[in-house]
């Protein structure tokens, strides 16, 4: 059973039933789950936690749903690596990936959609169905497969290949819409009116859906022996997963899971094709100013964000910062952490650690921080933006000759043939 | 003018659960007016203090965000529709 007290307008306060509301009917305000912390506090410790599954419903006391059999893929758990040889790049100490590419559909968002898919079954609604920018499309669709549901995802038509793919294999409804993200969200807020029977994971359930970025929080936690730590770096989208991760920290604290209050600075990332909440921050605005998006990091390009708002205020209060990085700089960050890490990251991990980079060249994060970077989506989805970066070495005959001067070749780059080789990639 | 306005589930109970309402306006802020006075609630579930669209409400004319136009002061055309939305969806 669950902790959940109900929901509450953040802006206004009215309180609703923990039915499938995400805007609060007098003031348009997003719904926020509230939950009996008493409670909680009572039941659960470190050891319960650690006995429990190795997914997201470990924190099953914290989620604003809990259900013996939850529609599940095995969301979360996710390695966090310590990064010593990217730090030692970027003159940085304590460093941590969060590596998020591990999760079933290869991002963040099976962590959302679990939660989001478990509550949607337990409501009775009938059709699982999103706006998506990709990441969130693969995992409604892997999701609603994997629990007999049928689903329908709306995605911008001018999403990569790979993404459509891992949508379209689960079987269900993928419609393209020839539009910006933005127009597909306005679409499937229009939809959700028609059809409330349906469970919009990004509208509808988006108060439940929303919860499960928590567990980021929690499992960095946990996985750094339980304690928060000094800095994390997120990237913002609609600005719910940085606000969330933020209230997750809290939480752990509120519940008597930490033995300190946390005081964890929150920074964000954004492209600069796409940031409107890096300029409202540089800017010292109070508005989030809408964009008409232009990126390569596509599960980034949200011209007005649902929380930018909130993710602005979350870097304030907590003494982060907001930057935002090129085209350029996002596929070098890719490559700086696969190069230094192992891990292949999608456009929107580019732009986390190129902004990661940029922080730190700035000194706005500090080598003296433990330092958690948030690497939320998988390489292999995004490959198209390296096409033109990367490739074999060399092409060449099947012949040892051929191998010793293609490898000589590599050694000294400054050989007068090396373009041609280049070309061939 | 004539002009549709689109209402979002979350106002309904304001029209009688009707889905879509005709009024008369030149401008976006006019014809939002008009729907106050023909459906009283409205405004103040729209606009802030200030007469500003609050900050969760969205506006579309013809599937234009008005922020990215003249916001409330954006003309309209006969027959055109204004799509009211709340922003916090997606992500």
Redesign the interface.
């Known amino acids: 059973m669950d902790f959940v007290s109900g929901l509450r307008c953040r802006?206004c306060g009215r309180t609703y039933p923990a039915e499938a509301l995400?805007?609060?009917?007098?003031?348009?305000?997003?719904l926020e789950v509230t939950y009996d912390y008493d409670r909680i506090r009572a039941t659960v410790t470190r050891e319960r936690i650690e006995r429990g599954p190795r997914t997201i419903w470990r924190y099953a006391d914290l989620l604003p749903v809990d259900d013996p059999n939850p529609v599940d893929l095995g969301a979360g758990y996710t390695p966090l690596v310590r990064a010593d040889r990217l730090a030692a790049e970027l003159g940085l100490g304590e460093l941590w990936i969060k590596d998020d590419t591990a999760n079933p559909t290869g991002s963040f968002k099976d962590r959302v959609v679990s939660v989001a898919l478990t509550k949607a079954r337990q409501l009775g609604l009938k059709v699982a169905a999103c706006?998506s920018t990709g990441n969130l499309a693969n995992s409604v669709a892997a999701h609603a497969a994997r629990a007999g549901l049928e689903s329908v995802v709306l995605i911008p038509s001018d999403l990569e290949r790979a993404k459509v793919t891992m949508t379209a294999v689960y079987g269900g409804r993928v419609v393209a819409v020839d539009g910006t993200?933005?127009?597909v969200?306005?679409l499937?807020?229009?939809l959700?009116?028609?059809h409330?029977d349906w469970a919009?994971v990004?509208?509808n359930v988006?108060t439940y859906y929303a919860e499960g970025s928590k567990t980021l929080a929690f499992e960095t936690a946990e996985q750094l022996g339980w304690r928060a730590p000094d800095h994390v770096v997120v990237p913002i989208?609609?600005?719910?997963?940085l606000t969330k991760i933020a209230k997750g920290f809290a939480e752990l604290a509120t519940v008597g899971l930490l033995d300190q209050v946390p005081d964890v600075r929150v920074s964000g990332a954004q492209a600069t094709g796409c940031a409107p909440v890096a300029t409202a921050f540089a800017e010292g605005a109070d508005?989030i100013?809408?964009v008409?998006p232009s990126t390569i990091a596509k599960s980034l390009a949200?011209g007005?964000?649902?929380?930018g708002?909130y993710a602005l205020q979350t870097i304030r209060e907590t003494g982060g910062s907001c930057a935002a990085v090129t085209d350029e700089e996002i596929l070098d960050g890719i490559e700086l952490l696969a190069r230094t890490e192992g891990i292949f990251a999608e456009t929107a991990g580019g732009v986390t650690i190129a902004t990661l980079a940029k922080l730190a060249a700035s000194g706005q994060i500090r080598s003296d921080e433990c330092v958690v970077a948030m690497v939320t989506g998988h390489g292999l989805k995004t490959t198209e933006a390296l096409f033109d970066r990367v490739g074999p070495t060399a092409t060449i005959a099947p012949t040892l000759d051929a191998f010793d001067a293609a490898i000589d070749l590599g050694r000294n780059g400054d050989q007068s043939d090396e373009p041609a080789q280049r070309s061939d990639r | 003018m004539s002009i549709t306005v689109r209402i979002p589930t979350q106002l309904r109970q304001l029209t009688g659960g009707a889905g879509e309402i005709k009024v008369e306006g030149s401008t976006v802020g006019e014809v939002l007016k008009a729907l106050d006075s023909a459906h009283p609630g409205f405004g103040e579930r729209l606009f802030d203090d200030a007469g500003e669209l609050r900050r969760f409400v969205n506006v579309f004319l013809a599937d234009e965000d008005v922020r990215f136009l003249d916001g409330l002061s954006t003309a309209v055309a006969d027959g055109q529709t204004i799509s009211v939305i709340p922003a916090v969806a997606g992500g």
């Open positions: 802006e995400h805007v609060c009917d007098f003031c348009f305000g997003p706006a993200y933005d127009d969200n306005r499937c807020a229009e959700a009116s028609e409330p919009f990004n509208v988006r989208g609609s600005g719910s997963q508005a100013r809408p008409k949200i007005n964000p649902a929380d708002w």
